[in-house]
C-alpha cells in the first residue's frame, strides 16, 4: 500500500510540475543575435530536483517513477492540438530539447537509489577540536594520539 501512495503522490507532483514546465521550456533570450533556449534547460532542472526530493523524503523510486509518469502525461497532452486551440510544446529546437532531455532526465532520476535521510538531532555534534585527542611527541610536534 506504501507504494501505491508513494506512486500516486509522484504522479501528481509531476502533472502539478509538468504544466509550469511546458510554458517554462519556451522561454529563451536572445544574445549577439545567437538565441539560447534556457528554459529548456531550467525545466528540466525542475524536474530532476522534483524526483530526487520526493525520492529522498519518501525513501523510494516510486514516488520518482511517479512524477515521470505524471511529467510524460501532461507533456504528451500539452502537446496536442485541441481542437482550435493550438498546442503549448510545438515543433521546435528548444521542445525538441525539451522533450528529449526530460525523457532521458526522468530515466536516470528514476534509477537512482533514494539518499538517506537527514538525520536530525537536537545534539550539537562533539567540536573536532574535542573530538581529537592531541599529543606532544617527544620532539615537540603535536600529532594525533
Do not use: H
Given at each position: 500500500?506504501?507504494k501505491?501512495?508513494?506512486?500516486?503522490?509522484?504522479?501528481?507532483?509531476?502533472?502539478?510540475?509538468g504544466?509550469?514546465?511546458?510554458?517554462?521550456?519556451?522561454?529563451?533570450?536572445?544574445?549577439?543575435?545567437?538565441?539560447?533556449?534556457?528554459?529548456?534547460?531550467?525545466?528540466?532542472?525542475?524536474i530532476?530536483?522534483?524526483?530526487?526530493?520526493?525520492?529522498?523524503?519518501?525513501?523510494?523510486?516510486?514516488?520518482?517513477?511517479?512524477?515521470?509518469?505524471?511529467w510524460?502525461?501532461?507533456?504528451?497532452?500539452?502537446?496536442?492540438?485541441?481542437?482550435?486551440?493550438?498546442a503549448?510544446?510545438?515543433?521546435?529546437?528548444?521542445?525538441?530539447?525539451?522533450?528529449?532531455?526530460?525523457?532521458?532526465?526522468?530515466g536516470?532520476?528514476?534509477?537512482?537509489?533514494?539518499?538517506?535521510?537527514?538525520?536530525?538531532?537536537?545534539?550539537?555534534?562533539?567540536?573536532?577540536?574535542?573530538?581529537?585527542?592531541?599529543?606532544?611527541?617527544e620532539?615537540?610536534?603535536?600529532?594525533?594520539?
Amino acid at each position: 500500500m506504501q507504494k501505491f501512495s508513494n506512486m500516486f503522490v509522484g504522479l501528481l507532483a509531476g502533472l502539478a510540475l509538468g504544466i509550469p514546465c511546458a510554458f517554462i521550456q519556451a522561454d529563451r533570450i536572445s544574445i549577439g543575435g545567437q538565441v539560447i533556449p534556457y528554459g529548456a534547460l531550467l525545466a528540466l532542472a525542475l524536474i530532476f530536483v522534483c524526483q530526487l526530493w520526493l525520492a529522498r523524503s519518501t525513501q523510494s523510486r516510486f514516488s520518482a517513477i511517479g512524477v515521470a509518469l505524471g511529467w510524460v502525461l501532461s507533456t504528451t497532452l500539452l502537446g496536442k492540438q485541441f481542437g482550435s486551440y493550438e498546442a503549448i510544446i510545438f515543433a521546435s529546437s528548444w521542445s525538441n530539447i525539451y522533450v528529449i532531455g526530460g525523457a532521458i532526465v526522468i530515466g536516470c532520476a528514476c534509477t537512482l537509489p533514494a539518499l538517506r535521510p537527514v538525520i536530525k538531532s537536537d545534539e550539537l555534534p562533539i567540536p573536532f577540536t574535542d573530538g581529537m585527542k592531541m599529543q606532544e611527541s617527544e620532539d615537540g610536534e603535536v600529532g594525533q594520539g
